[in-house]
């Protein structure tokens, strides 16, 4: 691995906040991965392989039904660390998980977790700490969307897909997987993104959405 992807790593909440024998053991027991846009990295029902952490690109997941239509759940970017669900039961991929764009993965194997944690398992919470993180934020997204109108519901997951990259990149995700992620129509997506462009709160690309002005997306959600 080159120092700038292990920069990446070390810039995730989760990891920067590990133990250093914890980090030395990941940093030393992983490879990187390189997958094309669209490629699948694992598919619900795929056995349990180990847990990776995004070094560039964008990561979707997301469900299918079927009739092969696509629900997207979430999107992972890097520094994110995702996979650690079937750490600890062991059971099977619960959700697809795709390239967005082409990225790069650092990979660390089933059987290097399972052999440290036999040897350390204190272990096991610094693992039910990154757990933790993602029920946090699942049980934000379904306050979201019990509580909140269409506009809030647009505007606080943008500004969740915003934070994860610092707000320093576009959004890589098209208005219909935006719909998806909130579960509204195309249309109203389509409405309420072009009251924030005029409210230069965003900007829209090709298949890309820019945060420009954060505080007002934040009273927009409020």
């Known amino acids: 691995m080159k120092a700038h992807q292990q920069a990446v790593i070390e810039q995730g909440q989760w990891f920067k906040n590990r133990s250093p024998k914890l980090k030395m053991f990941l ?51 890097a520094s994110l660390w995702f996979g650690e669900v079937t750490l600890f039961d062991k059971g099977l991929r619960t959700h697809d998980v795709y390239a967005q764009t082409d990225a790069q993965l650092f990979y660390v194997p089933q059987r ?4 440290l944690l036999s ?66 129509t195309r249309q109203t997506i389509n409405q309420i993104l072009q009251k924030l462009v005029k409210k230069n709160a965003i900007s829209l690309g090709y298949q890309c959405i820019t945060v420009l002005d954060v505080s007002k997306l934040q009273a927009l959600a409020s």
């Open 27 to 77: 940093l030393a027991h992983g490879k990187v991965l390189t997958l094309k846009a669209q490629q699948a990295l694992f598919l619900r029902g795929d056995a349990h392989d180990g847990i990776y952490v995004v070094l560039s690109g964008v990561m979707r997941i997301s469900g299918v039904n079927s009739n092969g239509k696509e629900a997207v759940l979430s999107f992972i970017d």
């Open 112 to 115: 290097s977790l399972e052999q």
């Open 119 to 184: 040897k350390h398992p204190e272990y096991w919470q610094e693992f039910g700490l990154l757990l933790a993180q993602k029920l946090r934020l699942m049980f934000s997204s379904m306050e979201d969307h019990a509580l909140h109108s269409a506009e809030q519901k647009v505007c606080n997951r943008l500004l969740m897909l915003s934070e994860q990259t610092n707000f320093s990149a576009p959004l890589a995700l098209s208005q219909q997987q935006l719909a998806d992620m909130t579960y509204l």
